[in-house]
């Protein structure tokens, strides 16, 4: 099927590459959403402003990063079907997909929108930015529906192997938030909130965008009314994997939640740096969460046609891309952190050296966030995604730890080292998961396949 990508043949290396090209050019644009919206706040508002955005990132975190999580699970399953070549399987899928993400829907909007307020008044927001706070991130909350469009859109052509296609239609949308921005914030004088509903208006677009090209361009996604029927065990088969995906992101945006909490205290210049900072360096990450989302698909694929040398390969491949990207992070980081900097105020020399300290200590341990992003996501695809919390809860300790223990002692770098330590405690769980996975499942299977294999070289022998 032109467009999409049987990840179960060909070469590992050039599979996983370029799969992985698009979803990292993909990921860097989605993240220009927050960027921009925190740039154009910056320079056309104040610092005050910057500070109120960026203190909101990670409640955003805490209910977007959920709604991604799910959606990105539900795509587990459909790539186990695509792998196994089970059409119907599939598309039975993709209808328990849709009305699962209707009802996430309904229940995150009504949970994320009242609770807005009560949240950033229990992390301590500033009396001077919480106003704008709130009306930016509620103006996020309500768009939720258009998040879950485009990831639920984005997780079903993933799935049989179409990284290209949300690429093309998020580049678009990206241009159109900046444009939004500048409308709303300096022609319509709608402060922060303008920066959020360009965002959902921009995220909106590419959701229907994604989906309609999906429907048209795919026939595997086009379903029928039967599809659409109520299947309880498929449901609990999505939830199983989609479920723990999401709790994951929202364990590790509380631990987030405590260290802006511990930052709030620390002024508003503070939170300025620590929001600059932070924007750089998620884009300086994408390459290393790119490399996670296509193992996910690889593995999933491939461990739904029982192909479990190429499971081990493609992890070897993972883990070789990622040691590369992040030193390729770090020097990025290195090289263009002030010009960066100087693009979210005017005010740059107010925090260029709080915004500098995040950056090294951040940067300099991408290799740990690296290992993160490919075990959790290889073992998530092979449809082990409840086992990976433990890493989670793990990385919530040692970065609520850090947050309160080393901020006490150290301050502001304390608080810098919070995202290093949880790296490294959710290292040493997720890589005694995969070994164990490896003895338990994998060496079985390769022992079989390699007898398998000697049994047909012989037999091609003696003919």
Known sequence: ?????????????????????????????????????????????????????????????????????????????????????DEEGFKRAVGTCYL???????????????TAMPLLRLMKTG???????????????????????????????RSIGDSRSPLIFLIIASVLNIGLDFLCIL????GVMGAGLATVFSELLSGIACLVYGLKRYKILRIGRAHLKWNGSLAWKHIKIGLPMALQFSITAIGVMVVQTVLNG????????????????????????????????????????????????????????SVAFSAFGFLLVFTLKSPLLRLFSDDYAAIEQQATQY??????TYVLLGLIHLYRNGIQGMGFSAVTMLSGGIELVMRVVAALVFARYFGYIGV???????????????????????????RPALKREQEGAAIASAKIKNE
């Not at 022609?187 to 709608?190: G, I, S």
């Open 359 to 364: 950056l090294y200590i951040n940067a300099g």
């Open 416 to 442: 810098c080292t919070a995202n290093p330590a949880a790296w490294l405690g959710a290292d040493i769980i997720l890589i005694s998961i995969y070994v164990y996975i490896y003895c338990k499942r994998f």
């Open 187 to 190: 022609v319509f004088d709608m």
């Open 266 to 321: 620390m002024g508003t210049m503070s939170v300025a740096a620590y929001t600059a900072a932070s924007k750089i360096d998620t884009i300086a990450q994408q390459p290393l969460i790119a490399i996670g989302a296509a193992i996910a698909t690889y593995c999933a694929q491939n461990y739904g046609a029982q192909q479990f040398t190429r499971i081990k390969k493609g992890m070897n491949v993972g883990l070789v891309l």
């Open 127 to 157: 009396d001077d930015i919480i106003g704008d706070a709130h009306s930016y991130i509620v103006t996020i909350y309500w768009g939720i529906f258009c998040a879950v469009i485009y990831n639920m859109s984005a997780a079903m052509l």
């Open 100 to 114: 699962l993400c209707a009802m996430v829907t309904v229940v995150v909007t009504a949970i994320a929108v009242p």
């Open 1 to 85: 099927m032109r467009g999409s990508t049987d990840l179960t043949v060909g070469n590992p290396w050039k599979n996983i590459l370029f799969f992985c090209i698009p979803i990292l050019i993909s990921n860097i644009f989605q993240q220009l959403y927050s960027m921009v919206d925190t740039i154009i706040v910056g320079k056309t508002i104040s610092l005050s402003a910057l500070a109120a955005v960026g203190c909101t990132g990670s409640i955003s975190f805490l209910i977007m990063g959920f709604v991604s999580g799910i959606t990105s699970g539900f795509g587990v399953l459909m790539a186990q079907f695509y792998g196994a070549k």
